[in-house]
């Protein structure tokens, strides 16, 4: 019995020591790290720190071997995905977005027409790259140069309607610029109009998704040269095709533009639209042509699968608001936009609305006035909010005006 007692008093104490053996070793004081541990730890900690800002950074689904991409929204410029979308990076050929903007601003504008007869400049005629081999003294048409520049990428046609445009390249290029920094392009700078390599000539994936929601939102039209596969000049001599290669293999792609120097590497704006949502990618730095493309077409797909844009419309109809003292006595208001708001698939059934209006408004009314606002929920989350204006300006009543309102409403009761 002795010898059972003193065996469970010996069990007791090795318990007792096991279990303390963590406190006594977490209490001891720990030694110093040797230099070359506290390096390794340093580095360590950096590499971490840098791998979990990459992780938050990356949508999951998506692994891309670029350099910069971006995925936005078209309608709204919402950004879907980024991935160091404000690194400075040479473009190549997608400068020509910044090109073809300011070109169908001209068309578009009344400045220039696609008729026009340009004659190709000594300039333009040497300019190299990528090119339709225009001759100096050679006359085409605005609309084959479009065409050229949008499909093949041709440095002699860019240049040619950069001269017509502005007068030289020169001014087109300041133009460029102008129109960048407008656009919020904080990234850029163009040195020429076409995208061949020169020093610090940059933009970053932000920008250039920038420049070409500009183009497509605001230049539908551009899409009748964007789109097109394989096409002619020079009654039909000579053939073009699209560098594009979405073009001919993505569903619903509506453009935009590819890139490729030796510095830039293989880059592309790519547009696309389906069930009525637009979206631009942008990928920089691809290794190859090849992958170029699937880079493009996976930002693309992540989208499509993950979002939806939902038409909003206030739950009833708006109604006319007194006009006090106006010689009209109401007004009928408008919402500013149409709304369509970008949401995670699944979260259409949240959309709701709620209605904010004033009661009357005292003339004289501005055209343009607000009147009140529409927000738009994503169940309780406020998602946009939409001004509801004045369609049409309304006058004050004149003093013999007021009067003779007053007598006819007396007459009117009487």
Known sequence: ??????????????????????????????????????????????????????????????DLPVKSAILMDQASGAVLYAENEDVQLPPAS???????????????????????????????????????????????????????????????????????????????????????????????????????PAQGHVTSAHDIALMSRELILNHPKIRDYTTIWMDSIRDGAFGLTNTNRLVRFYQGTTGLKTGYTSSAQYCMSATAERDGMELIAVVMRSPTVGQRFEDAKALLDYGFANYSL????????????????????????????????????????????????????????????????LEVYVGEELRDTVPILAPEPVERLSIPGIFGRMLSKLLMAG
């Not at 800002?53 to 949508?59: C, G, H, R």
């Open 94 to 196: 997608i400068t020509k977005v910044m090109s073809l903007l300011l070109i169908m601003e001209a068309i578009d504008s009344g400045k220039i027409a696609l008729t026009d007869q340009v004659t190709c400049s000594d300039t333009a005629s040497g300019y190299g790259g990528s090119q339709i081999w225009l001759k100096p003294g050679e006359v085409m048409t605005v609309d084959e140069l479009l065409k050229a520049a949008a499909i093949s990428s041709a440095n002699d046609a860019t240049v040619c309607l950069a001269e017509y445009v502005a007068g030289s390249e020169e001014a087109f290029v300041h133009q460029m610029n102008q129109r960048a920094q407008e656009l919020g392009m904080a990234d850029t700078t163009f040195l020429n109009c076409t995208g061949l």
């Open 310 to 373: 939902v038409p909003v419309y206030p739950e009833a109809p708006l109604a006319p608001v007194d006009v006090l003292l106006g010689v009209q006595a109401q007004v009928q208001p408008q919402l500013e936009r149409d709304c369509r708001l970008l949401v995670r698939k699944g979260e259409e059934g949240q959309v709701g609305t709620r209605l904010s209006m004033a009661e009357d408004v005292e003339a004289p009314v501005e055209r343009g006035q607000i009147l009140g606002r």
């Open 1 to 62: 019995m002795k010898q059972l007692l003193t065996l469970k008093k010996t069990l007791a104490l090795l318990l007792a020591a096991a279990l303390l053996l963590p406190f006594f070793a977490w209490a001891a004081p720990l030694e110093p790290l040797q230099p070359e541990e506290a390096a390794i730890a340093a580095i360590s900690d950096e590499i971490i720190e840098e791998e979990i800002t990459m992780a938050a950074a990356i949508t999951p689904g998506i």
